[in-house]
């Protein structure tokens, strides 16, 4: 119990509840001895009176807030049950944290939902690190046992339990996967693989569907994972315990049989399914007892598909895989035999002969079927001596039915496993230790106990027992490690109840000894434990139900259990009947028979007996005895191996995701063995720290010297002052102990000599602030006074002043003194007017200025407040803006993309329109000559009756004329001619209007015409216009997806080549093995750089016969063909006698020691092995062939797709200059589709066969001379160097492979690739294409040799990837396709595009080989110096997290000093890289790319860290981070690599650090948050939040509220992030070689430096 000065006031304590079986509440009054209540404040605000009897009533004191959310429950100030419920409460419920560690134990809450903390980011982030610096997982907990078999060499376990439900077996799956990863190097083996695929397998045939979990393991098991010397995974073996072999036969309600039943009924329509006669699962009896058929979410029928797959990967033949489905489809069967009573009181049983269920079973199994049917209702007898049949009831034969039924199904399973570890094994490897992973069932207690629990429960009881041992042992150490004077540790051990069980006259022997009795049953074996447990020895742990006589309790450690006695006795015999093992034993059927020949003359089978004539081989072996002996064998396994506990429960029975029960959660806790830890640490010293810790939280109640190195004397001298019972701690070594509870007291300790501090500080300041405003008060006081008195003074001399003038002006003029009298009078009044007004008036205006000071700072303050208003809005505003023309951009890119695609549409609506356009213009030239027609024919009308009329005029002139000569009466005339005349005029005057109005017709129609010709010309280049604007953009669109894939596929093909090189790699080193063998048998081995064949033992081998495949190689003897070998290894089965001829006989001891291969004989590991390595190095190469093939298809039709739509486009565009460009741009795109399907060419060679295995150099580089009927004539080039054929090696030698690294360093830039190329530009111009080949295949295989001779130099990795670029851009500079365009360059004759294609491949090998490098030096130091180092001392200073050191078996020591890692160092590194690409001039772009890389790299780690380790989200830590980010930042630009996106990728990380730094509290900061960390993705921004810790008492926790405000913004959010947690550091960045033209070579500017010993080269 705590110290009684904690029940103060304001103090929080846990009581008891009902429903949620702790709740708090608040202290309100302090407590003092002999009080018999306390007063309570609970949650709801309600007071309540606590009894307390005595001081040990006392509630249990809460922790403090600074507290609440810890990660290790060990940590707790208070250990006890309702701190450790709460904490777990809080972490999963608001922090959403399924995982918490309670000292060694890893506490894992089922969160019934899926999470993304189980990628393989979330494997790199974990793996290496300490245990106590990630947050908990289930992958710490794997890489803790990990490390420590690696590093001890020690066999590890890791014991994982809980009950059904908890996820005991998703944690196995999790942790196995992590050793997969972790031990399997880059990428899965075949072992790796095997593991994993035993887990659907083991799912099938050992999980069902019961009421608490819809997958639970109905069996224990224990699978030990074998590693090798180099921590590889090489074998694993499973063992299993108490199959629940019942379930086959009964299932409850709700619950369903195991898994395999069903995927079998739901493939039954299958082709090779349909001969096992199945039906669906409702209509077999076996499968339709619980109700459940189908389970939500659940496929059965792509299961058994995965569980097929498994079995082929573990090396079950599909034939084998049948007959195991067909066993189980008979067990089915079975069940649906129909056993029919007869007699006259049924005592006799029998089968129809024509029962279809029994026909189809016999069938299936091959057996005799009335055989069968007349054994399952017969049994055979012993009476004296002779054998009796006897005929057995229905009940009786329903029995030995599902007695067949479950023997069956338990001998498949025991084979099934026994399969699985033969697979599972490795020929000629030896593991060095193992890893086991216990999945085994926790405690369980039901309504009804029977005799599958009892087993349960005991196991539970023996492991429990090995925890608290191992716990307390723990313990031991510790304290021995301290040096502490520690008394003995009590706790509560349980090995009386073991005892009960197991020991003598226990449980477990008085059930075999009435199993072995005739007459046993199962009432007369619970009245011999009534007898033994309660009447002559009563046991504390044994009692008997007061109701009822067939039942019994024990009291386990976790719970007391009542058990029904009822089929105690046939569980535990588990027999079946001989007979039926006979006829199965003669089953035509391989694995039938296999199943049961093995028991030979051994009555015992699959955990039970087979009932024979003789009853003294009756009842040999029993379950229970069985099992014992089992769980015997595996508590020497754990108790050898050093183990690692996982505790799984369940928050609730609903199956919700984060739903906290907490009465099943306590329940969990109390049988798991949690709550033990606790009360072992609490025993003991459960408050560790270190004096350095301890010091920096607690040094304001520390005496003495203020220095850090003085730390532990000043604990020692202060402590006993503090804490006056000693017995509350004790001083170790280098860390301080405290009982439970001390630390509180310190805290309270230290938070009242803070609150003493501060009213003495707030004393002062009040005191300072009261004396300023007094000397503020006196000073006004003191200038007061001093105007009053002057005016009075003055007002004083004044009066003297007028009565001295009085009495002079008064002696002469009396009526002259009145007056002045008077006007002194009224002058005193002005001045005191004067004077009063000014002072309210200066009064006044101090008034008026502090109130414009006022209103100055208010208009300030609400124009700041309308400024931040207006800028949320208008951000507002403008988001919605952005997503509302996004929506519309995309809708109207998709109608673009639609009507881009109908090209035809244009084409016909432009042909339509033309052909409109023609007829409109024919028409409009009809109209015009009609017009033109009718013009003239009005034009000789109006001329015809212009002529007429002057005749007419003229002749009406004449006769005037001839009137007035001649006045004589003319003669008259006739009304007819004036009628005439009358009539002609009429007619003209119609036909002249007639021809008007037709003329102006013609002319509103002409407008018309003209007018609608416009229209459409404008109509016309308008979507002339609009096609030109949507090719474009088709085009434009159809670039940038051609480009995006180029990317994509140029990132798979340098991962390919990356692969690619892994396997070359691999090869490469099973054929030195094979050279290094016959070296030793045959001779002595050469010099070691000529193990790779470089100098060639005469010019012949470069010639081109020699570069044939191996079959005609000169050394045939040495290594044979690989063709030959996979020949003979597929067709012939006496591979071993063939491959005598080139193998050892011989074993080499030393060399597969230092190998790491078992000591076999050589010709079985080189037959074997090299022979596995090549076929799987040719399916591989296979199947990236295919799938380059493929991709290179479909690429082609999309090609041609987009041709085609742009010839349509052009087609339909009437625009020359339009049709010209798209040409232009066609092209373009052609030309780069042209090398992109040269790339891809590139690939397909890389990986192909022949250059894989060829030993010297591949046969492609050089075809046949014969091949090439004629030569180009030789070009005349001067300046360059001449190698003769008999110095080619000798120049390879000198010039790459022998040179020394001081040297090539020496040398200038591209050197050695400028002399290859002189030497091969000769070699082309003087016409000998083959030593051209040569020389050049040559310098290509050196290079590759110089690579991986110095796989771990910067300095040389960079230098020869500057000679494979300057030699790739000299080669494809001087290539007939770029000299086309130059008529400087001659071109070269010889075909060397394969050798530039390989020369490409070499030096993406080099970039990767280069970044990688730099990667593995940076891996180890990019967490502690970006996130660990102080690079600002003294600002985490005080960020001491309330808590304790967590320290368990097995975590690696931590270091007290020492160098540790900071940003210097990982400067240092990058300037090393930076260094050697600046040395070899290499191009900005390249380094920028790499640079790129590796930044991310740096960023991902540390981010991924961040994520994971709660003591680093703080703000002390955030501002350290920003600092280490920003000197990497600062180095980046001052070298000019920001332009490369190498800044860029530090986003994440810098947004990150200022989430931390910046404000949690209000709705704005919220909003900031969330306009900030754009890079963040919202689950990150969530995390980050919710692992953030004060770093001083000065900060505060992020609240909830605060973190679901974040959530509400970051909904509206489309940011497009990925879901993932965390970032991929796996992720690789395409990497491309720009080509640079270099400038024409000459020999003459080369200076070649003597050291180089060259000199036999010749200038040409």
Excluded at 649 to 675: H, S, Y
Excluded at 1227 to 1236: D, G, I, S
Excluded at 1554 to 1563: F, P, T, V
């Amino acid at each position: 119990m705590a110290s009684l000065e904690l029940y103060s006031k304001g103090a929080n304590v846990w009581i008891p509840d009902p429903d949620a079986v702790w709740v708090s509440a608040l202290l309100l009054q302090d407590y003092s001895p002999g009080e018999k209540h306390l007063l309570l404040q609970l949650s709801n605000g309600k007071e309540v009176n606590y009894p307390v009897a005595s001081p040990s009533d006392l509630p249990p004191l809460g922790n403090p807030d600074i507290l609440e959310g810890e990660n290790d429950l060990t940590a707790l100030s208070f250990l006890h049950e309702p701190a450790v419920l709460h904490n777990l409460r809080v972490r999963f419920l608001d922090y959403s944290s399924i995982y918490t560690y309670c000292g060694i134990v890893l506490v894992a809450i089922n969160p019934y939902d899926q999470l993304p903390i189980y990628g393989e980011e979330v494997i790199d982030a974990y793996s290496g690190q300490d245990m106590a610096d990630m947050e908990p997982h289930i992958f710490s907990v794997a890489e803790e046992a990990y490390r420590t078999m690696t590093r001890e060499e020690k066999n590890q376990s890791i014991i994982i339990s809980g009950e059904s439900g908890s996820g005991k077996t998703v944690s196995a799956k999790f942790t196995m996967r992590y050793f997969a990863v972790v031990g399997g190097a880059a990428q899965q083996t075949s072992v790796e693989e095997r593991v994993l695929a035993s887990n659907p397998i083991m799912e099938s045939i050992g999980n069902a569907k019961t009421t608490r979990n819809d997958n639970s393991s109905r069996f224990g098991k224990y699978i030990e994972i074998g590693f090798g010397r180099k921590g590889d995974i090489i074998a694993a073996n499973m063992r299993t315990y108490l199959l629940e072999k019942s379930r086959v036969v009964f299932q409850a309600s709700a619950e369903r049989n195991y898994h395999i039943f069903y995927q079998l009924c739901a493939s039954r329509e299958l082709p090779e399914m349909r001969a096992l006669k199945l039906d669906g699962p409702e209509r077999f009896r076996y499968t339709s007892q619980g109700g459940e058929i189908h389970i939500p979410g659940t496929d059965d029928l792509s299961d058994l598909e995965r569980t097929r797959n498994a079995f082929t990967i573990l090396g079950v033949q599909p034939d084998q895989q049948m007959e195991l489905f067909r066993i189980l489809a008979a067990v089915l069967h079975l069940g649906n035999v129909n056993i029919q009573a007869s007699g006259r009181s049924s005592d006799r049983s029998y089968i129809d002969a024509d029962d279809r269920s029994l026909a189809v079973f016999s069938k299936l199994l091959g057996v005799e079927g009335p055989q069968m049917a007349h054994w399952l209702c017969q049994r055979r007898l012993a009476v004296g001596g002779e054998m009796l049949v006897k005929p057995m009831s229905g009940q009786q034969a329903v029995e030995a039915r599902d007695a067949l039924a479950k023997h069956i199904y338990g001998q498949l399973f025991t084979w099934t496993v026994q399969r699985l570890n033969s697979a599972l094994r490795t020929q000629g490897r030896q593991s060095k230790s193992f890893i086991g992973v216990l999945d085994i069932y926790g405690f369980e207690t039901f309504d009804r106990n029977s005799f599958e629990q009892f087993c349960i429960n005991y196991a539970n009881e023996k492991l429990q027992q090995q925890f608290n041992r191992h716990v307390f042992h723990l313990e031991q150490e510790e304290y021995v490690r301290e040096e502490l004077a520690w008394s003995r540790i009590e706790f509560s051990d349980n090995q009386q109840c073991i005892n009960l069980i197991e020991g003598q006259l226990g449980l477990f022997d008085l059930l075999d000894e009435e199993c072995r009795m005739p007459k046993g049953s199962d009432e007369s074996w619970v009245r011999k434990l009534y007898d033994q447990h309660l009447t002559s020895k009563p046991h504390p742990h044994f009692r008997k139900p007061r109701m009822s006589n067939s039942a019994f309790i024990i009291l386990h450690f976790a719970d007391m259990v009542q058990y029904e006695c009822d089929g105690f006795l046939d569980k535990n015999r588990d027999t079946v009947f001989e007979e039926l093992i006979n006829i199965l034993k003669a089953s035509q059927s391989e694995l039938v028979a296999e199943l049961f020949q093995q028991q030979g003359n051994v009555s015992s089978v699959a955990n039970g007996s087979v009932r024979s004539g003789k009853r003294a081989r009756e009842h040999k072996l029993t379950v229970g005895f069985q099992f014992r002996q089992s769980l015997q064998m595996l508590m020497d396994t754990l108790n050898s191996t050093t183990p690692h506990y996982v505790r799984c429960i369940k928050p609730n029975d609903l199956k919700e995701p984060f739903l906290f029960d907490p009465r099943r959660t306590v329940q969990q806790l109390r049988a798991c063995g949690v709550l033990e830890t606790i009360r072992i640490s609490a025993a003991g010293y459960p408050s560790r720290w270190t004096y350095e810790e301890f010091f920096s939280r607690y040094r304001l109640l520390l005496r003495g010297s203020q220095s850090q190195e003085q730390a532990q004397a000043s604990c020692r001298q202060t402590l006993p002052e503090l804490i006056p019972d000693p017995d509350q701690y004790c001083f170790g070594k280098t860390k301080v102990f405290f009982r439970a509870g001390q630390v509180a007291l310190l805290e309270r300790l230290r938070a009242e000599r803070l609150r003493v501090a501060a009213v003495i500080i707030q004393g002062r300041v009040r005191g300072w602030l009261a004396r300023i405003r007094y000397t503020r008060i006196c000073w006004a006081t003191v200038t007061i006074q001093r105007y009053c008195r002057g005016a009075l003074a003055r007002r004083l001399a004044l009066t003297l002043r007028y009565t001295k003038a009085a009495l002079v002006i008064q002696k002469t003029y009396r009526m002259v003194v009145v007056r002045q009298l008077f006007l002194m009078i009224r002058q005193a009044t002005i001045i005191i007017q004067a004077f009063t007004r000014g002072t309210l008036e200066r009064r006044r205006y101090r008034l008026l200025v502090a109130e414009q000071a006022a209103v100055l700072l208010q208009a300030r303050v609400r124009g700041w407040l309308a400024r931040q208003a207006y800028r949320r809005v208008r951000a507002a505003v403008v988001y919605m803006q952005c997503c509302v023309r996004r929506r519309a951009a995309r809708r109207a890119l998709l109608k673009l993309k639609t009507e881009a695609r109908s090209v035809e549409r244009y084409r016909e609506l432009n042909k339509g329109m033309e052909v409109k356009l023609m007829q409109l213009q024919l028409r409009a030239d009809q109209e015009g000559r009609k017009s033109a027609a009718l013009r003239e024919t009005l034009h000789a009308e109006r001329e015809a009756t212009g002529a007429e009329l002057e005749a007419l005029r003229a002749t009406i002139q004449k006769l005037e004329s001839q009137k007035q000569e001649k006045p004589q009466p003319c003669p008259v005339i006739s009304e007819r001619e004036v009628e005439e005349r009358r009539r002609a005029e009429e007619k003209a005057a119609q036909d002249i209007l007639q021809l008007t109005q037709e003329l102006q017709a013609l002319q509103r129609e002409k407008d018309n015409f003209c007018k609608e010709r416009e229209d459409l010309s404008a109509l016309l280049l308008e979507q002339e216009k609009a096609q030109e604007e949507h090719v474009q953009q088709a085009v434009s669109q159809a670039s940038a997806a051609l480009r995006a894939e180029l990317d994509e596929e140029r990132r798979k093909y340098q991962g390919l080549l990356r692969e690619f090189t892994r396997l070359e790699q691999r090869y490469d080193n099973l054929r030195e093995m094979s050279l290094l063998t016959e070296c030793t048998k045959g001779h002595r081995r050469t010099d070691s750089t000529q193990s790779l064949s470089l100098e060639h033992p005469s010019p012949t081998l470069l010639s081109p016969h020699s570069l044939t495949p191996l079959s005609s190689s000169p050394l045939p003897s040495a290594f044979p063909s690989p063709e030959e070998v996979r020949r003979v290894s597929v067709t012939s089965p006496s591979f071993e006698r063939k491959t005598s001829v080139w193998s050892s006989e011989t074993p080499m001891d030393q060399l597969m020691e230092k190998m790491d291969v078992a000591k076999d004989p050589a010709v079985k590991m080189k037959g074997e092995d090299l022979a596995h390595a090549y076929d799987a190095v040719r399916v591989a190469n296979k199947f990236l062939e295919s799938q380059l093939r493929g991709q290179r298809n479909q690429r082609e039709e999309e090609l041609e797709a987009l041709r085609w739509q742009l010839s349509q486009a052009i087609s339909g565009s009437s625009s020359a200059e339009q049709r010209q460009e798209l040409q232009e741009l066609l092209e373009a795109r052609e030309q780069e589709c042209v090398r992109l399907r040269r790339e891809l060419k590139e690939l397909k060679n890389t990986v192909s066969l022949r250059r894989l295995l060829t030993q010297v150099l591949p046969s492609d580089f050089t075809p046949e001379t014969s091949s090439c009927p004629s030569r180009p004539k030789p070009a005349t080039v001067t300046g360059l160097l001449e190698c003769r054929k008999r110095d080619e090696t000798k120049l390879i030698k000198n010039l790459i492979t022998d040179i020394r690294v001081d040297s090539a360093l020496s040398l200038p830039p591209g050197l050695p690739a400028s002399v290859l190329f002189l030497c091969v530009r000769h070699a082309d111009c003087s016409g000998d294409q083959t030593h051209t080949r040569s020389l050049c295949s040559a310098a290509v295989t050196a290079m590759k040799a110089a690579l991986k001779k110095h796989s771990n130099d910067v300095d040389m990795t960079a230098l020869w990837l500057k000679n494979g670029c300057l030699l790739h851009d000299l080669l494809t500079q001087h290539s007939p396709k770029q000299t086309l365009d130059s008529d400087k360059l001659v071109p070269l004759t010889t075909d060397l595009s394969v050798l530039i294609r390989a020369l490409s491949n070499l030096c993406i090998q080099a970039y990767q080989q280069l970044l990688s490098i730099t990667e593995k030096r940076l891996q180890n130091i990019i967490v502690p110096a970006l996130l660990e180092s102080e690079t600002i001392p003294g600002l985490s200073g005080s960020a001491v997290k309330l808590g304790t050191s967590r320290k368990r078996a097995g975590s690696d020591p931590r270091t007290v000093g020492g160098d540790a890692p900071t940003m210097g160092l990982v400067l240092r590194e990058l300037g090393a890289l930076h260094t050697a690409l600046s040395h070899q001039a290499l191009p900005p772009t390249q380094m920028e790319q790499a640079f790129h890389q590796l930044t991310y790299l740096i960023s991902a780690s540390a981010f991924n860290s961040l994520l994971l380790r709660k003591d680093m989200c703080c703000w002390s830590r955030g501002m350290q981070i920003r600092y280490n980010v920003s000197l990497l930042e600062e180095w980046l630009r001052s070298r000019g690599l920001q332009a490369g996106g190498a800044v860029a990728t530090l986003e994440p990380l810098i947004q990150a650090v200022q989430l931390l730094q910046a404000g949690k509290k209000s709705e704005a900061d919220a909003q900031a948050l969330v306009q900030t960390c754009t890079a963040l993705s919202s689950q990150q921004i969530v995390k980050i939040l919710t692992l953030y810790t004060p770093s001083s008492d000065l900060d505060e926790r992020v609240t909830l509220n605060f973190i679901r405000t974040v959530q509400g913004l970051l909904k509206g959010r489309s940011d497009g992030q990925p879901p993932q947690l965390l970032m991929d550091v796996r992720r690789v960045f395409p990497v491309t070689f720009p080509y640079l033209p270099p400038p024409v070579l000459h020999a003459e500017q080369l200076v070649i430096p003597d050291s180089l010993k060259i000199s036999f080269l010749r200038r040409a």
